[in-house]
Nanobody, 125 residues
Framework: QVQLVESGGGSVRAGGSLRLSCQASGRPFSIYNMGWFRQAPGKEREFVAAIDWRFGNTDYGDRAEGRFTISRDYAENTMDLRMNSLKVEDTAVYYC??????????????????WGQGTQVTVSS
């Protein structure tokens, strides 16, 4: 089992930046992929970005591509999401997720088996 704890959410004006972090514990050596998802009120959980835990390959959702950067520190068992040029529509609860089995479905929430509690990101105009 993997436990995940997010940090770094907050409020920012449009055009600003935030960095989210996710600390993995428990059995981090069992992780294949980690990802960030977000969920705004009344909307479905949306894929933001994912990273191959061992090799560092990255994938991004359409709305994150070019503005957000996902990274991981394999030795420290942490994953970050650097968000630049934030927009009001980026406002959501952001969740860290991990998968402990091999799968190519990086953007499907149901393919991840561990989740953090979420951290709120609010972008104002």
């Amino acid at each position: 089992q993997v436990q995940l704890v997010e940090s770094g959410g907050g409020s920012v004006r449009a055009g600003g930046s935030l960095r989210l972090s996710c600390q993995a514990s428990g059995r981090p050596f069992s992780i294949y992929n980690m990802g960030w998802f977000r969920q705004a009120p009344g909307k479905e959980r949306e894929f933001v970005a994912a990273i191959d835990w061992r090799f560092g390959n990255t994938d991004y959702g359409d709305r994150a591509e070019g503005r957000f950067t996902i990274s991981r520190d394999y030795a420290e068992n942490t994953m970050d999401l650097r968000m630049n040029s934030l927009k009001v529509e980026d406002t959501a609860v952001y969740y860290c997720a991990a998968r402990t089995y091999l799968s190519s479905e990086v953007g499907r929430p149901g393919s991840y088996d561990s989740w953090g509690q979420g951290t709120q990101v609010t972008v104002s105009s």
